[in-house]
């Protein structure tokens, strides 16, 4: 399921979404991918899709990929191409360069001096 809350620059400070579910800017409600489909373009709200979202993106029909397409102002020919929009890219982990250890001999010099 989708979140959505409201975007940060919404009109609104506190908004039901139904007549049980209330959004504000700081708290978000589970919505279905098909209900967020239709209001992508809409400035008050902001949707987080997330991994779990890839089975019913990849189940929908080009109607609804015609309507995400119209809401998003983009042309998606495949369900694919929708993923990849929507869905957050993994992280690429960036593993630290090896350090080279140069060795250095110094010689210290050790004086022993007596009085």
Known sequence: MVTVRLSDNSSVRRLYINPKQEITREEGVAVPVKWAAIR???????????????EELLKLNDRFLQLFSKETG????SNNDLIKELLPTPKKTI?????????KTQNKSKSTLKK
């Not at 992508?40 to 890839?54: G, M, Q, R, T």
């Open 40 to 54: 992508l373009s809409d400035p008050n709200y902001f949707f987080v899709f997330e991994e779990a979202d890839k």
């Open 74 to 77: 983009k042309e998606f020919s």
């Open 95 to 103: 593993l630290p360069k090896p350090s080279v250890k140069k060795s």
